[in-house]
């Protein structure tokens, strides 16, 4: 530890080595803009703002347990291209940016969100990433993602072995669940029922849920009681039926075959 002594009177500063010097261990770090100033006693005065320090990514990395895939780790809603379709997304944007700025809202409601469209790659589990890692990020509430097959292996562990605390707990119980690709995955009565505690024990409780997939909800094969559960907890959002996968992968391939002609 180095210590800064003040004037007589003032408390001395205490500064640890490990300390950002960006932002002093508070997290934010402090900055001007000259396109922003303030009129004061007459005089033009640069505003001071604040803006999180990039000392915070790594602690959020480290304490990321989300479970998102790694290419999702640092996905926010900023980050989504809202013109990759080529249609008008001024609706999906403003439910999206709702959902991040209002989510105290939703939760008091016990609403959700159900993002589907028949297109794979279509930005589904992306838009759901941005907006899980969004919502933790602004509120430091509990968000989980799982995949359908996922969870119903965490309930089977928990099932074969009574000794340990129980795996899928924390999806029923979590601020916020991401439950990704729900689909045809239903492969007994018993894989059906277990979805079916999720989300009912979930929507009893107020607590949010966004599903991606493929189907619109009428379509799912799955328990009618499931899909009343969904429709009674969710805001139905019907995706653009585009591929921004497909745009992607095409973008770098031609990047890469004008690299390779270049060198």
């Not at 998102?68 to 980050?79: E, G, H, L, V």
């Not at 609706?91 to 700025?101: G, R």
């Not at 094969?221 to 996968?245: A, Y």
Request: charge should be neutral.
């Amino acid at each position: 530890m180095i210590e800064f002594k003040k004037p007589s009177g003032i408390p001395k500063r205490t500064i640890s080595l490990n300390e950002c010097p960006k932002c002093h261990g508070t997290g934010w770090e402090l900055y001007q803009s000259s396109d922003c100033t303030e009129s004061i006693y007459g005089q033009p005065t640069m505003i001071d703002y604040a803006r999180r320090c990039n000392c915070q990514t790594n602690v959020f990395a480290q304490q990321d347990r989300t479970e998102f895939p790694s290419m999702y780790r640092d996905c926010d809603i900023y980050k989504f291209d809202w013109d990759c379709y080529g249609a008008d997304t001024k609706d999906l944007k403003s439910v999206a940016f709702s959902f991040f700025n209002q989510f105290e809202k939703w939760q008091e409601e016990g609403k959700g969100l159900y993002l589907w469209s028949k297109t794979p790659g279509s930005g589904k589990t992306f838009l759901s990433a941005c907006l899980g890692k969004s919502v933790m990020m602004r509120t430091q509430k509990v968000v989980k993602y799982v995949t359908p097959i996922a969870y119903m292996e965490k309930v089977s562990e928990g099932y074969n072995d009574k000794n340990l605390p129980d795996p899928s707990r924390v999806y029923r119980e979590c601020s916020l669940l991401i439950l990704d690709d729900l689909g045809t995955q239903m492969k007994s009565d018993w894989h059906s029922q277990e979805l079916f505690r999720l989300i009912d024990q979930r929507s009893t409780n107020g607590l949010v849920t966004i599903i991606t997939s493929n189907y619109d909800v009428d379509e799912l094969k799955v328990d009618d009681r499931l899909k009343s559960r969904i429709l009674k907890s969710s805001i139905t959002v019907h995706m653009p039926e585009v591929s921004i996968r497909n745009q992607k992968a095409a973008a770098e391939q031609g990047a890469f075959i004008n690299r390779i002609i270049a060198g």
